[in-house]
């Protein structure tokens, strides 16, 4: 049986597939845009094929489908999500538009606001209001929801936000408007607050809800169509859809939190570097995901990724849990221009279609995939394992355009482009580690994405990173790391009090619930169910809280909330050099995160291939100067060889370059581990 990890980016759609014994088999298709499912479809038969079978054969004998969607993602960037009104509370329905006061430039007088997902006309201010206790100020009467309701209907929309003042106390009257909306309009996707996000802070609060009713309607429609498509393919099974915190959850849960899968492919790729972390005995790993479009770049620090609960995507804030994962427009596909005669690359991506000028499909800007053919570093002739042939000479026309405008030749701006993207990305690193206290040079570089083989040693290199890994799997590796991803519930509950106010018996109530609910959500799950917990605190004169875990802590002691006071500053301390113990300590939110253990993922050893290793090829490739570079099968490459650069490895989805005082070691999973000098001159 196989457990097939599907992730759909903006070029390539990547599928893996792994039996029971952990052999990994791969497919690459073209990305649809139009409709996302047709290349999943085709990337299926691509994959049916690899193996032997034909694409219904392979999906009978597939017990699980993890899939990681940027549907939701690309309808809150392109503007293309659901038409929503916005119901809340009286007088209060412009705080998605005043925001926090704050703009990104703050300088600039002439910045224009953004435009809010839901204009004024459809925000409808409705007589109610609960305390921040909990309790009743103005009743919601019978009435005044019955004219909000026929308000909404004569709107026309496809979704309605529900986020009343406080609801997070109480959800009352949130519970009765989405009763009643359900009567009127049964054919509107309902979105609220309570459910989706029921933690204090208005603006987050409201922000997060509108962006579920805003995307739910477009990701539901997907999700219900690729469900049937599958059926009607020959699958039986049940499709589990990635999301942003790094778990999976069901088709029915995936629409209800739409919210949730708003960066569910990055966040496979997070999901298998956790995974890599444990198999390489290697806990302090940036991870390094190069696609065609954009490059993800996110920190684990003993084996484990960072959440956050502040991701701004585009003009919206989402604060439900997230994978803190920071992206740049930085791809294979990241288009070449110059302004002001400084050369740039990127952000706009070619895209899968028309594609880099190399793909043959009209494209005639220079890209990054472009520099790279006309370098020699990509062979023209074996992309994808030779099902797709480059055009050469479209790329070297495109860079001949490029260096006109720079009065250089072709293979003078294509050096150009690729060190302009380097920079790039090597300064994404440094924002996702100097920038945040931590030293990246104390970490191994995990490259991944079709596109990271040919630019991960020259980024390390630049950052004074000494370990690359890059796995045999590399161009599809968040696909293969969604299948090690678990069942996942994140709750949270806001419980804002003085600790010296609160009693181990309040504190214990709360977080039982919430594992109860949690444990609700996974009923009939036959699996071992695991629950972490934290609390997110701060001290009483800041601002800003603090996630502190408190697994480990003992629930039954009578000293249950000095316990965790105690860990609130010791984590202070982890974080800021510093603690204050005489300060009183304010407990915000409490967290909960229920997970359904699925089987985990194994990773077969390479197996002593049948096929003889030949003498490497050569190829022409500019490395400061033309020289003959060999290049290296990697599916044949036997465990513990070590390999000096200058060196190309080439698989069928996947190129790895090293330069000279370079060298690569075949790991025994048909990895390669690259050591990487530091630069003359430099000192450790």
């Not at 329905?93 to 300088?107: F, L, P, Q, T």
């Not at 986020?163 to 519970?175: I, T, V």
């Not at 427009?329 to 594609?355: K, N, Q, T």
């Not at 060999?630 to 070590?642: F, I, N, T």
Request: hydrophobic residues 45%.
């Amino acid at each position: 049986m196989f457990r097939i990890g599907i992730d759909i980016g903006g070029t390539f759609t990547d599928v893996a597939a792994v039996d029971e014994n952990g052999r990994v088999v791969i497919a690459k298709s073209s990305s649809t845009p139009t409709d996302p499912s047709e290349g999943l479809l085709e990337g299926l038969r691509v994959l049916a094929g690899e193996l032997g079978l034909d694409r219904t054969e392979l999906l009978a004998r597939t017990e699980r489908i993890v899939h990681g969607t940027t549907v939701a993602t690309n309808a809150l960037l392109e503007g293309k999500g659901a038409k929503v009104a916005l119901l809340t509370t009286d007088g209060h329905r412009d705080v998605i538009e005043m925001r926090e006061g704050m703009k990104e430039d703050r300088y600039n007088v002439r910045m224009a606001p953004p435009v809010p997902l839901v204009p004024r006309h459809r925000r409808i201010g409705v007589k109610e209001r609960i305390r921040a206790d909990g309790t009743v100020a103005t009743a919601l009467t019978a009435e005044s929801l019955k004219e909000a309701v026929e308000q909404v209907a004569a709107l026309g929309v496809e979704a309605v936000a529900v986020c009343y003042l406080h609801s997070y106390r109480s959800a009352e009257h949130e519970a009765v408007t989405g009763e009643a909306l359900a009567a009127a309009l049964p054919d509107t996707y309902v979105s609220l607050s309570s459910e989706v996000l029921p933690q204090i802070k208005e603006y987050e609060r409201v922000w997060t809800t509108v962006v579920n009713a805003y995307v739910g309607p477009v990701l539901s429609s997907y999700l219900s169509r690729l469900s049937a498509k599958l059926r009607d393919a020959g699958y039986s099974g049940e499709v589990m859809i990635m999301h942003s915190h790094g778990g999976v959850a069901t088709i029915a849960e995936s629409s209800r939190l739409a919210a949730g899968a708003v960066l569910s492919g990055p966040a496979g790729g997070i999901a298998a570097a956790t995974h890599i972390a444990r198999l390489i005995g290697e806990g302090d790993l940036i991870t390094f995901d190069m696609g065609g479009t954009s490059t993800d770049i996110a920190l684990l620090q003993g084996g484990e990724a960072q959440l956050t609960g502040e991701k701004q995507v585009g003009i919206a804030k989402v604060s439900l849990p997230t994978l803190d994962i920071h992206t740049l427009g930085a791809g294979g596909g990241s288009m070449a221009h110059v302004a002001g005669a400084i050369l740039h690359v990127g952000p706009e991506s070619a895209g899968a279609a028309p594609g880099p000028a190399c793909y043959g499909r009209g494209g005639t800007t220079a890209t990054v995939t472009d520099a790279n053919v006309v370098l020699g570093r990509l062979g023209a002739e074996r992309f994808l394992g030779g099902r797709m042939a480059l055009d050469a000479t479209a790329a070297a026309a495109a860079l001949e355009r490029l260096g006109a405008e720079l009065s250089l030749s072709a293979v003078s701006a294509a050096e150009g482009v690729t060190k302009v993207v380097n920079t790039t990305m090597a300064e994404g690193i440094r924002i996702v580690s100097v920038r945040r206290g931590v030293d990246p040079r104390r970490f191994a570089l995990v490259s991944f994405g079709g596109a990271a083989g040919l630019h991960v040693t020259e980024v390390a290199r630049l950052l004074e990173i000494r370990r690359v890994v890059v796995p045999n799997v590399a161009s599809v590796l968040s696909a293969w790391g969604m299948l090690a991803s678990d069942l996942r519930h994140e709750l949270v509950r806001s419980h804002v009090g003085e600790a010296s106010t609160m009693s181990a018996a309040g504190l214990r109530d709360v977080l039982r619930r919430m594992e109860d609910e949690g444990r609700g959500r996974l009923e009939g799950f036959p699996g071992t169910v695991e629950v972490r917990r934290a609390l997110d605190m701060r001290y009483g004169e800041q601002i800003f809280e603090i996630t502190v875990p408190v697994d480990g802590v003992d629930l039954h002691a009578d000293d249950l909330v000095e316990q965790v006071v105690a860990r609130f500053h010791e984590r202070h301390e982890e974080l800021y050099s510093y603690h204050a113990a005489g300060q009183e300590v304010v407990i915000v939110n409490a967290r909960t995160t229920v997970i359904g253990k699925l089987p985990e993922l194994q990773a077969a050893p390479l197996q002593p291939s049948t096929v003889e290793v030949a003498e490497p090829r050569s190829r022409q490739v500019h490395l400061d100067g033309w020289v003959d570079v060999p290049v290296h099968a990697l599916d044949v490459l036997p465990p513990g060889s070590r390999i000096p650069g200058p060196a190309l490895f080439e698989s069928p989805t996947t190129t790895v370059l090293i330069r000279s005082g370079e060298a690569a070691t075949v790991t025994p999973h048909g990895w390669l581990d690259i050591d990487v000098p530091l630069r003359a001159g430099v000192e450790r």
